[in-house]
């Protein structure tokens, strides 16, 4: 039998801040996406140039990430930026201004989050893209603010990777610190029998986990064929899903990291990081469990809002509007989410307001408003809400006139009629899905459906 062999994986992830300007200049991160349209002297490193003071907004998001992962946040000790020294064409400036490498304290470490210990969390900025089919360079990235978190070799297995990542993203979405559209990109370390390799630069999870799983199996199959596994730095070729060795790793590469002089050594304080944590929601399993416990909302239902912060604080809202949501908690995880899907919006980009909702669905329990017509008037809650007290011609119909509509129906569906004399139950759905056009989806379903069978009935006789 094969002996107990111990997995190690270890993860450094980089992931785009969240912030409106580049690191050290005041270009903007996102917007034009023609190649060089977002540069200046800074960014692109022209000689002469010396950096801005760093972006504030980014050095907070990184806090916000450190505290997240229940990391130690260095406010006691100056945090140093040095320059780490690389030549590649995507570095014009020769190196990259990092908050990590020797003679620098990180912003935050000695973490753990969901099981795993965090090394550390630091502050970088990120090269500039560079084609090597085309020899050209877009610095629109170059100086974009990166934060990367390094964990310990604590996961076992690919499945343990990707659960942990997902339920990270899921985390940092509450606090709008890293970017979606520009995903993550990760280096893997992997050890089994022999030493550790490092796969580098894996730009999504499907590709972690893949070469992950590629990388465990081939190290064990080399094992089996009596062939140690030495230090070695991989990538990863996603089309035909397996690592390919770049080099043998060195002992430590040699970025001679020096302190930069044009860059001030930050010095957070801890009443700043008293208030920053202050403004942070509560996290996912937090609101979870408020969902389930106080608001009486079933788990599957409390799992879909709990995906998304606006769409729980949504809920809440709408409890304090005096709302029971619990009862009616399929207006949002049904009726809200159809009408986002169909419209392609999240709710933080269009603008619904809870208490033009917490209306609706009174009137609804009220019986002044029939649930088709509520979910019709929910369709223009996009991509603006209104209050329902505006728009008039929406109440229900008071009996005559839905006694009115159910005669002019079944005048104009006499096949309907004779099918559901003849037993066909299902023909009187016809007639009432009749009446509802005509009404304006403002006639009570139970009343309509009473009218029709008793004017039917009543013409048999
Ligand atoms: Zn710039």
């Not at 730095?233 to 020096?258: P, V």
């Not at 942070?280 to 409390?302: F, Q, R, S």
């Amino acid at each position: 039998m094969e002996k107990e062999f111990p997995i190690k994986i270890g993860l450094e992830i980089h992931g785009y801040l969240n912030t409106k300007e580049k690191l050290f200049c005041m270009c903007l991160t996102s917007g034009d996406e023609k190649p060089n349209s977002r540069i200046c002297p800074i960014c692109t490193g022209q000689p002469g140039s010396k950096p801005m003071l760093p972006n504030k907004k980014a050095v907070e998001q990184v806090i916000k990430i450190a505290l997240v992962l229940g990391c130690k946040i260095n406010h006691d000790k100056g945090l140093v930026w040095n320059r780490k020294h690389y030549s590649w064409p995507d570095l014009p400036k020769g190196y990259q201004n990092t908050i990590s490498g020797a003679y620098s304290v990180p912003v935050g470490e000695k973490g753990k989050f969901q099981g795993i210990r965090i090394t550390e969390v630091h502050l970088e900025e990120d090269p500039a893209q560079w084609n090597p089919e085309t020899g050209k360079i877009n610095y629109n990235r170059s100086g974009l603010p990166l934060i990367e978190i390094v964990t310990e070799p604590e996961f076992s297995s690919e499945e343990d990777v990707v659960f942990w990542l997902r339920s990270l993203m899921h985390n940092l979405s509450y606090i709008k610190a890293i970017r979606k559209d520009l995903g993550i990109k990760a280096d893997v370390n992997v050890s089994t029998y022999g030493e550790r390799v490092e796969i580098k630069n894996l730009h999504s999870i499907t590709d972690i986990k893949k070469a992950i799983e590629y990388e465990v199996e081939r190290q064990i199959e080399n094992h089996k064929k009596g062939i140690t596994q030495t230090r070695e730095t991989l990538t990863y070729d996603s089309a035909k899903g397996r690592t390919i060795k770049m080099r043998e790793k060195e002992s430590g590469e040699d970025y001679r990291f020096i302190p930069d002089p044009d860059l001030p050594t930050i010095r957070l304080d801890e009443k700043g990081i008293k208030k920053i944590s202050a403004g942070m929601p509560e996290m996912p399993d937090v609101k979870l469990k408020k969902l389930i416990k106080t608001y009486k909302i079933d788990k599957a239902n409390a799992e879909i809002l709990a995906k998304n912060l606006e769409l729980v604080e949504f809920v809440e809202s709408l409890a304090e509007k005096g709302v029971d949501v619990s009862k009616n908690i399929s207006w949002i995880t049904i009726e809200l989410l159809r009408v986002l899907n169909y419209n392609k919006k999240a709710l933080e980009e269009v603008e619904i307001k809870p208490e033009h909702l917490a209306d609706l669905i009174k009137e609804v329990e009220k019986s002044n408003i029939t649930p088709l017509k509520a979910k019709q008037i929910m369709n223009e809650f996009i991509p603006k809400s209104f209050p329902i007290s505006k728009k008039s011609g929406i109440g229900m119909l008071p009996e005559e006139e839905v006694e009115k509509f159910c005669k002019q129906a079944i005048k104009k569906n006499p096949k309907a009629v004779k099918d559901f004399k003849s037993g066909n139950s299902t023909a009187i759905n016809f007639i009432i899905g009749e009446v509802m056009k005509l009404s304006g989806r403002r006639a009570d379903y139970r009343k309509v459906r009473n009218t029709i069978l008793t004017i039917i009935n009543k013409k048999t006789k």
